[in-house]
Nanobody
Framework: QVQLVESGGGLVQAGGSLRLSCAAS????????MGWFRQAPGKEREFVAV????????NYADSVKGRFTISRDNAKNTVYLQLNSLKPEDTAVYYC??????????????????WGQGTQVTVSS
């Protein structure tokens, strides 16, 4: 069973940047698409970005397209999310998750049922 630990969140002013990391342990995630999600207070968890298992394909929510970049380093068993041009509405707890099945593309990504602790991103205006 894979364990995922998110880190890199913090408090930043609007227009600033952060880089989130998702470190996996327990088994390799190299054959699994990986995604980032976020949950703001009082709202449902929502999709942010996904990357294919090979890292060749990505997909983003419209609200973050052009500002966020997902990437992965399979040798380090880690996935990243670069957050640029942050807005107050980006404030949320950010979570990563692996696809339920290996070798899927980003458009067929379905996250596993269990989630980690996430990392808090707070953007001040």
């Amino acid at each position: 069973q894979v364990q995922l630990v998110e880190s890199g969140g913090g408090l930043v002013q609007a227009g600033g940047s952060l880089r989130l990391s998702c470190a996996a342990s327990g088994r390799s995630i190299s054959t699994y698409a990986m995604g980032w999600f976020r949950q703001a207070p009082g709202k449902e968890r929502e999709f942010v970005a996904v990357i294919s298992w090979q890292g060749h394909s990505t997909n983003y929510a419209d609200s973050v397209k052009g500002r966020f970049t997902i990437s992965r380093d399979n040798a380090k068993n880690t996935v990243y999310l670069q957050l640029n041009s942050l807005k107050p509405e980006d404030t949320a707890v950010y979570y990563c998750n692996a696809d339920r099945a290996p070798f899927n593309g980003p458009l067929s990504f379905t996250p596993r049922g269990d989630w980690g602790q996430g990392t808090q991103v707070t953007v001040s205006s």
